[in-house]
């Protein structure tokens, strides 16, 4: 029986289960324990864990590994370790110019990715397509079976609706009211989830990124708008309509169209790539160069106008800048905090992604591991 579980009415089946999720989140989290370790860890008697092991090993989520070497008289102790490889899972994030895909393990080990770039005016099932090869170049690449794929979550500009329908796009007008849910499961036959992009970036970087030690997270992700993802109390914060978020909404805020700078970031830089252009142009007006600075000034100001009020509306312990313009370093990051923090009552720690471009995907693998970590003991796992 688990720990502090009491006996009288409870449902025996019930109690297995509890038993057996107990068990392998204990094996999941400590790497390859011993039965002794499992019973120490976990509080189960011998009995109860020896049914729990059977009941995993018999699903294929666990397997037996051959015992360290010993160094004392009788046999080694028994090892115990997840199956990481029992299944496979992809994430899929769209930044508004690169559709990056990431084919991952159980434990959200990355095997394989793919990076394309997405030419704006795409249709729709032109990108249900894409979807779909980049799929298939992963798992060629990591030499797993489509049979093994077990979810999939994708990361989109917009407003999704809990069902996986794309309801706004302002980035891609062509997908409003795109149902890519159901679309893209046709075609990668298995299930689909379909989130924010800034959501997912939230999500990847409290993961696995700088804000993992903080519950209160707002990520913020520059790009061909301004997106923002929150998460409160570790947990994505999604609305009603799936519109929370969308302060780039608000015209008071000046956030309506950050392509209007984007096109002007380009112009200065003479390249085309923003990511780069908004190194080169910050680079410049940190070493004094006129059009840079006053393009900097403007747009600092700006985008601290909009985080101000985003600190005030949900008082979080850390904004992460991310995106295409983060990727200007500490001097936009220092000019932003100087900005925002002369006029906030509780500022939060300002910083700079630490997944880069990737942050969108790794949070979508995020997002398809917590799927997969409910069916793991459900009869709906073969």
């Given at each position: ?47 109860t864990?020896?049914e729990s092991?059977?009941?995993?090993n ?42 990056v ?48 794929l ?68 707002v ?16 947990k994505?914060?999604r ?20 392509e209007?700078?984007?096109t ?119």
């Open positions: 029986m688990t720990k502090g579980t009491g006996a009288g009415g409870a449902d025996p089946s019930m109690l297995r289960r509890l038993n057996a999720e107990l068990t392998l989140r204990t094996i999941r989290e400590q790497g390859e324990p011993t039965r002794t370790e499992l019973r120490t860890l976990t509080g189960l008697a011998r009995t864990l020896d092991i059977k009941e995993l018999a699903r294929g989520l666990i397997e037996q590994v051959e015992p360290l070497p010993s160094t004392t008289a009788g046999r080694p102790a028994s090892r115990f370790r997840f199956r990481q490889g029992a299944g496979h899972v992809v994430g899929i994030g769209f930044d508004g110019a690169r559709l895909t990431a084919l991952g393990d159980l434990r959200g080990t990355v095997l394989a990715t793919d990076t394309q770039e997405v030419e704006l005016d795409d249709a729709a099932p032109d990108l249900v397509t894409r979807v779909r090869d980049a799929v298939e170049a992963c798992l060629t690449t990591a030499g797993v079976p489509r049979s093994s077990r979810a999939t979550s994708i990361g989109v500009p917009g407003v999704v609706s809990t069902d996986g329908r794309i309801t706004r796009s302002w980035a891609v007008p062509s997908w409003h009211d795109l149902d890519l849910r159901t679309e893209a499961e046709s075609v990668l036959q298995c299930p689909v989830f379909v989130e924010n992009h800034a959501r997912l970036a939230a999500l990847g970087e409290h993961w696995q990124g700088v804000a993992q030690p903080c519950q209160d997270v990520f913020l992700l520059t790009g061909l708008r301004l997106g923002v993802g929150v998460i409160v109390g570790g994505l914060l609305g009603r309509n799936g519109a929370a978020g969308e302060f780039g909404t608000i015209r008071d805020l000046h956030w309506g169209k950050p209007d700078y984007l002007e970031l380009v112009e200065l830089a003479g390249d085309k790539r923003p990511g780069h252009a908004a190194e080169q142009v910050f680079d410049a007006a940190a070493h004094g160069d006129q059009a840079a600075s006053k393009f900097t000034t403007r747009f600092v100001r700006d985008l601290a106008r909009g985080v101000r009020v985003i600190q005030h509306a949900l008082d979080p312990e850390m904004i992460v800048l991310g995106g295409h313009l983060a990727r200007s370093g500490d001097y936009l990051l220092n000019r932003l905090r100087e900005e925002v923090n002369a006029d906030v009552l509780f500022p939060a720690t300002i910083e700079l992604t630490r997944l880069g471009d990737d942050a969108i995907t790794v949070g979508a693998i995020r997002r398809t591991l917590d799927y997969i970590d409910t069916l793991l003991l459900d009869q709906r796992w073969t």
